[in-house]
C-alpha cells in the first residue's frame, strides 16, 4: 500500500468498504447454519433409481449426461485427495460452470450441502444436495502437466487439464470452452492469503450428491488435486452413479442466500422461454 498513491488507497479503502456493507447485508438475509454434512450410512441410492454408474480408474475421466432433476453422486471410494468437476447447459453448450461467480454470488468459497454452483449467465446448474466431506476447492483448480512436473517430476503423466479437454472433445468442445473447474475432496484453506492443503480431511467413502438444475453436460477428472500432500502419482478409482433425486420439502439450497433464491428464478425463466 505504501507505494501506491493517496487517491489510490483511497478509492481501495472505499471499494473495500463497499464490499464489506454488501456482504454484510447479504448475510444479514442468510441463514447462518448450513445443515449439518451427512452421514456415511445416510442417503442410500435405491438400485432402481440408479441410471447409470461408472468406475472411473485413477488418472482418468469421466464424462455424461445428466438430466435436471437427476443427481450425480461421485463416490471417493479410494480417498483420492481431489475429484475435478467441469459442466455445461446441455441445451447451450456457451453457458457453463462459473468458479468466480459461485464465489462472488455466495459470499465464501465454502462450497459444501446447502450450496449451489452457478452458470455464467446467473443461473444455477447443480446444488450440492448431499455431502459428507465439506471440504472442497473452488480456487486452485485441477492439475496440469506443468504442476506434475513439479510435483512429480514427471509433465508426461496424466492431469486434470488434459482430461477435461479429452471430456470436452467428446461433445465437440475445446480449450475455449473451458474455464476453471471444482475441485470435490480438496481441502484448501486460504491462510495468510497463500492456499493452503489441510491434511486427516478426505477419507476413503466420502461422496457428494450434486442434482442438477438444467440437464448439464457433465465431466469429471480423477487425478490428485496439484496442493495434494502425495509424493507418487497413485491415485485409486473414483465412482460416478447418475439416479434419480427426490425433492425435498425443505431445499435450502434454493432459499440459503437471497442470490440462490435469484439464481433459481433465473433457471425458472430460462426454462419457461
Given at each position: 500500500m505504501s507505494d501506491l498513491s493517496s487517491e489510490a488507497q483511497a478509492n481501495i479503502a472505499a471499494n473495500r468498504a463497499r464490499y464489506d456493507a454488501l456482504k454484510k447485508a447479504a448475510e444479514g438475509e442468510t441463514p447462518r447454519a448450513l445443515p449439518p454434512l451427512t452421514s456415511r450410512d445416510a442417503a442410500p441410492v435405491q438400485e432402481s433409481d440408479i441410471r447409470h454408474r461408472e468406475t472411473i480408474p485413477g488418472g482418468w475421466?469421466?464424462?455424461?449426461?445428466?438430466?435436471?432433476?437427476?443427481?450425480?453422486?461421485?463416490?471417493?471410494?479410494?480417498?483420492?485427495?481431489?475429484?475435478?468437476?467441469?459442466?455445461?447447459?446441455?441445451?447451450?453448450?456457451?453457458?457453463?460452470?462459473?468458479?468466480?461467480?459461485?464465489?462472488?454470488?455466495?459470499?465464501?468459497?465454502?462450497?459444501?450441502?446447502?450450496?449451489?454452483?452457478?452458470?455464467?449467465?446467473?443461473?444455477?446448474?447443480?446444488?450440492?444436495?448431499?455431502?459428507?466431506?465439506?471440504a472442497h476447492d473452488t480456487i486452485v483448480g485441477g492439475s496440469t502437466?506443468?504442476?506434475?512436473?513439479?510435483?512429480?517430476?514427471?509433465?508426461?503423466?496424466?492431469?486434470?487439464?488434459?482430461?477435461?479437454?479429452?471430456?470436452?472433445?467428446?461433445?465437440?468442445?475445446?480449450?475455449?470452452?473451458?474455464?476453471?473447474?471444482?475441485?470435490?475432496?480438496?481441502?484448501?484453506?486460504?491462510?495468510?492469503?497463500?492456499?493452503?492443503?489441510?491434511?486427516?480431511?478426505v477419507s476413503a467413502g466420502d461422496f457428494v450428491d450434486l442434482r442438477a438444475e438444467?440437464?448439464?453436460?457433465?465431466?469429471?477428472?480423477?487425478?490428485?488435486h496439484p496442493l495434494a500432500p502425495d509424493t507418487n502419482f497413485a491415485p485409486g478409482p473414483v465412482e460416478c452413479i447418475v439416479h434419480q433425486s427426490a425433492p425435498s420439502a425443505e431445499d435450502l439450497c434454493r432459499t440459503a442466500s437471497p442470490e440462490a433464491a435469484r439464481g433459481f428464478e433465473n433457471n425458472a425463466t430460462y426454462l419457461q422461454a
Open positions: 475421466y469421466w464424462t455424461k449426461l445428466v438430466r435436471r432433476g437427476e443427481a450425480l453422486r461421485i463416490v471417493n471410494t479410494s480417498g483420492t485427495p481431489g475429484v475435478s468437476l467441469f459442466a455445461w447447459n446441455a441445451g447451450d453448450t456457451s453457458e457453463r460452470y462459473n468458479s468466480a461467480d459461485t464465489v462472488k454470488i455466495q459470499w465464501t468459497s465454502e462450497l459444501r450441502k446447502g450450496r449451489v454452483l452457478f452458470s455464467d449467465m446467473g443461473r444455477v446448474l447443480l446444488s450440492i444436495v448431499e455431502d459428507t466431506c465439506g502437466p506443468a504442476s506434475n512436473a513439479r510435483k512429480y517430476g514427471d509433465a508426461g503423466l496424466r492431469s486434470t487439464a488434459e482430461n477435461m479437454l479429452l471430456a470436452a472433445g467428446k461433445h465437440g468442445l475445446g480449450a475455449r470452452d473451458l474455464a476453471p473447474l471444482m475441485t470435490f475432496f480438496a481441502p484448501v484453506s486460504i491462510i495468510d492469503g497463500a492456499p493452503t492443503w489441510r491434511g486427516d480431511v438444467l440437464d448439464l453436460i457433465v465431466a469429471v477428472s480423477n487425478c490428485p
